[in-house]
């Protein structure tokens, strides 16, 4: 029989709420990103321990402003050189990866989970938690939010204000809620 931290990471229905080891997982994490948000922007070797704290891993040239909010953390990786301006929140049921290069604007979300449609099974708490994938060299305009499952292309931008609830091709300037594509990205801009 799965454990209800299986079963989130194999997309299948689990119950978020009640399960003790991850109400566990979360509050550690939670506490250590409250601890992260209140550190002095000058305490640089601090301000890492705890990113690592958080993530797990953090690769060369990241930079994260605070406040920062996750659910897990160590479902998401980073790449090289990515950029998350401030306010950001990952609710990393399932795995968020952002490619090398990325630029992510503030107040931006990205969201793995979604709830039942059925009401008696929602009020359960029960969640399933599909991967976001952001290919590297992305730009993420502020007031993002990314839904469950997406990938966004490699090289495109995200207009401001977004709800990206599809795919993005590479290479793709998209705004909108729903995001939509407006055109090809022209690499000599």
């Not at 929602?122 to 969640?127: A, D, P, T, V, W």
Request: some cysteine; hydrophobic content about 35%; glycine content about 8%.
């Amino acid at each position: 029989m799965s454990t209800e931290y299986e079963k989130m990471l194999n997309q299948e229905w689990y119950d978020a709420n009640n399960d003790t080891d991850l109400l566990a997982l979360r509050s550690k994490v939670q506490d250590a990103c409250f601890e992260y948000n209140q550190t002095r922007p000058s305490d640089l070797e601090k301000r890492e321990a705890l990113l690592e704290q958080i993530l797990g891993e953090v690769p060369e040239n990241v930079e994260i402003v605070p406040p920062l909010w996750v659910d897990y953390g160590r479902h998401i990786k980073l790449g090289k050189n990515v950029f998350v301006n401030k306010d950001a929140y990952f609710m990393d049921g399932n795995r968020i990866t952002i490619g090398d290069q990325a630029f992510i604007g503030p107040n931006c979300g990205f969201y793995t989970n979604t709830h039942p449609e059925n009401i008696e099974r929602r009020n359960q708490g029960l969640e399933k938690a599909r991967p976001i994938t952001i290919e590297k060299n992305t730009w993420i305009g502020a007031n993002v939010t990314v839904l469950p499952g997406v990938t966004i292309g490699e090289g495109s931008v995200i207009g401001a204000g977004s709800v990206v609830t599809k795919d993005i091709p590479k290479n793709s300037l998209a705004v909108g809620s729903p995001c939509r594509v407006l055109r090809p990205i022209d690499p000599e801009q």
